[in-house]
C-alpha cells in the first residue's frame, strides 16, 4: 500500500477498516484535554474491554448468591472455571487445548516449566536466551541456576546484537545453538523481545535447539494476542504469557502456559505440584501420591483465580469477535506500517532518532521502538503531556504500539502529527 501523510487519507483508512467499530468495545482513557488520549500502550497493559467489569460482577454476584456452592452450580462453576479459557487460548498460541492452562501470572509460570524444562546434568547445563531479556526473565532464569547449585555466570549464555546492530540475526542464534550443542540444556527467549520489537524465528531456533537435544521454550508476553502463533506446529517445548498486554486481560490478570503433546501423558516429568494438578477425577479423594492431570493441565497447582479468569474470559472475547489473529494481524501490519511511514518522512539523522524495531514487517509485531539519541526523556515527556501514551524504557527508548483492535489510523497519524512538530524544532 501507498501511504500519504494526511488526515484525509488516515480517515479513509479507517473508513474501510473491518475492524473499526471495535474501538466502541473498549474505555479509552481521557488524555489531559479530557478527550481521548492517543493511547499506544497496549504492548504494556492492554485496555480495559466495556464486557470487563460485567464479567468480573456476575462473579461478584455468584460469590454473594451462592458462596461455596459456587464451586458446583450456577452457569459457570468455578471448579470448571479455567476450561472455559482453554479453546479460545488454544487458537491464540496456536495450540491443541490439551497443550494450554490459564492460571497464576507469568514469571510464576515461567519457575513452574523451568523446573520440568531445564534439568541440567554435568555436561549439559547451559541455557540460552537473548541479552537483555525483560528482567523478570533474567531473575528467574538467574535463580533457577542457582537452585541447581551452578554459577549464572557459566551457565546462562546470552545472545547480543553484531556490533553496530541493534537486534539479533537468526544466522547468528542458530551458530551459538550448534556452538553450544551437547552442553545445551534448555533455551528460553522472548518470542518478541520487549525492548526491540523483534520477532524471533520461533520455529527455526526451536528445529535447531532439538537438533542439538535441547528444550526450547519461549515467553510470549510481548506475542500473544500480537502476532499469529503456531506452538504446536513449531514443535515449542513449553512457552508461558501473559494477559494484560495484548489480551487486555487487566493489571496482574492471570497467565498463560502451554506444554507440548508430546508431555501430555509424562506424569513422570519432574514438576513442582498442588492439587489443581492432580488427575481431575481424582481430586476430591484427598489421597496420597500425585497424579498429574494429561496436558498442560498438569502444572496447575491452586483452584482458579475465578475473578481474574472471568476478566480474560472478556478479553479473549474481543479476539474471538474480531476473527481471530488473521484479521487482526492484517490491520496491525498497515496501523505499524502506517506508523513507521510518518517517522520515516520525517527524515531524522540517525544521531537523532532511529527507529530499532526491524523493518521487515514479518520481524515485528504491533510495537515500533525508537531509539532518541538526544533528550529522549524530554521528548517522551511532551507526547505525554499532549495525550500520547506510549512508555519509556531506559535508556533511551520509546516504545509506541498502535493495537488493531482499538487504535484507528487517525491515532497513528496524530502521532505523526505531533512528532513532526517536534522534530521540526
Ligand atoms: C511483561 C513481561 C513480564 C512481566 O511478568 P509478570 O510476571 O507478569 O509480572 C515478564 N517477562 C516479559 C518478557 C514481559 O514482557
Redesign the pocket.
Known sequence: MTFEPTLDFARQLDAQDPLHAFRQQFHIPPGPDGQESLYFCGN?LGLQPRTARAAAEQQFLNWQERAVEGHFTGNTPWMHFHERLTEPTARIVGAKPIEVVVMN??????HLLLISFYQPTPTRYKVLMEGG?????QYALETQVKLHCLDPDDAIVELVPRAGEHTLRTEDIIAKINELGESLCTIIM?GIN?YTGQVYDMAAITQAGHAVGAMVGF?L??AAGNIPLHLHDWDVDFACW?T??YLNSGP?GV?GAFVHERYADRPDLLRLAGWWGHDAAARFQMRKGFQPSRGAEGWQLSNGAVLTLAVHEAGLAMHEAAGGMEPLRRKSELLTGYLEFLITRLDLPASRLEIITPRDPAQRGCQLSLLVHQNGRDLFEHLMAVGVIGDWREPNVIRLAPVPLYNTFEDVYRVGEVLAQWASQ
Open positions: 504494556s501470572n507469568l514469571t510464576t509460570n515461567l531479556a525483560f528482567p523478570s526473565d522472548g520487549y515467553d508476553a510481548h501473559c494484560y498486554k496482574g497467565a
